[in-house]
């Protein structure tokens, strides 16, 4: 049973790991697009998968939110990657599939998976 | 849509954009009745009676990008398919409230589907927000508030925290199995 007792501890650990956690300066930013067409073409799996594998992987450097219209409806659903240095890689047709292998091939690894980017697919 | 949930999804990106900062997700099913009705309900910057008579036309929208909004209309549309109904009450400053009820036997109901999956991406994506979500089914229901949760939380931690998300999944998930046993024993 989920217990507020549970929550409480993992608020300890939480604040035992705060120095350990980067600054949002150094943060890697993943926002996946969740306008009308984004949900409507898939999106909303392809954050849970986003959201899940970081946790699991325990990615602190990551932040995974969602934004709005991305103005790119037929590429839908898409995500886009923001590393510290300002560089931005947009995902498109995504799935919860080719997520995992952003997950593991960009944001732990640091290579961009060149064939999921929109350049690949125009 | 496939789901309402995600119809959910979208229509609560409204009311962040309206800079609600609290948001409330009521889901209602009454089994005997045949009857789902959900509640989408947030204290933004709310509508003009215009504004709401406007956008639920589909030719209506505030943002410059797109002339075309899209999320109203398609919700609204998938609750009067199946003979339900669908309204939107708001106050400028104040908030507004989206309501629409669905007949669930009807050929053309779409399935409520994962909307657990919908409130814990919400709660982690909108951490400085609060949610309240109430799920009931017949006459038990489930609660979840993320205000009572940051409670336990303090300041320090956000509801953002991994560890934090993947608890409120599972709270969640062994809530709703209470709930479905509750329920399923009382018809
Ligand atoms: N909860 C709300 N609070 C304030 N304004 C809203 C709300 N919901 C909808 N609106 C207004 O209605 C418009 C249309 O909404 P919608 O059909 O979802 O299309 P879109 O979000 O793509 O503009 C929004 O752009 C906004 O101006
Ligand atoms: S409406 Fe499709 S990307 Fe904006
Ligand atoms: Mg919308």
């Known amino acids: 049973m989920k217990s507020l007792a549970e929550l409480q501890a993992i608020r300890d650990r939480a604040r035992a790991q705060v120095s350990l956690r980067e600054n949002s300066d150094n943060s890697i930013r993943v926002l996946v697009g969740m306008a009308t067409c984004g949900i409507a073409a898939g999106a909303r799996p392809v954050l849970t998968t986003m959201v899940d594998e970081v946790a699991k992987r325990q990615l602190n450097n990551v932040v995974v939110t969602q934004t709005g219209c991305i103005g790119i409806c037929q590429f839908e659903p898409v995500v886009e990657v923001v590393t510290p240095d300002g560089e931005k890689t947009t995902y498109v047709k995504m799935t919860p599939e080719k997520a995992l292998r952003v997950v593991n091939d960009h944001l732990v690894n640091g290579n961009v998976v060149t064939e999921y980017t929109i350049g690949a697919n125009t | ?187």
Request: aromatic residues 6%.
């Open chain 2, 1 to 187: 849509m496939r789901e309402l949930s995600l119809n959910v999804m979208d229509v609560a990106q409204n009311s962040i954009t309206a800079g609600a900062s609290l948001i409330e997700i009521r889901v209602e099913e009454d089994r005997k009745k045949g009857e789902l009705v959900i509640y989408i309900i947030d204290n933004g910057k709310g509508m003009s009676e215009e504004q709401v008579q406007r956008v639920i036309d589909p030719f209506y929208t505030t943002r410059t990008t797109r002339k075309v909004g899209l999320g109203v209309p398609l919700f609204k549309m998938e609750a009067e398919m199946t003979g339900g109904d669908f309204s939107i009450q708001s106050k400028l400053g104040e908030g507004t409230q989206v309501r629409a009820r669905f007949l669930t036997s009807h050929v053309d109901m779409i399935p409520l589907g994962n909307i657990d999956d919908t409130i814990v991406l919400l709660i982690s994506c909108n951490p400085d927000r609060d949610f309240r979500f109430v799920h009931q089914v017949d006459g038990a229901k489930l609660e979840l508030d993320t205000r009572q949760l940051r409670e336990i939380l303090g300041e320090d931690v956000p509801l953002n925290t991994p560890d934090v998300v993947q608890w409120i999944k599972g709270y969640l998930q062994e809530q709703m199995e209470e709930l479905l046993q509750q329920g399923g024993a009382s018809t």
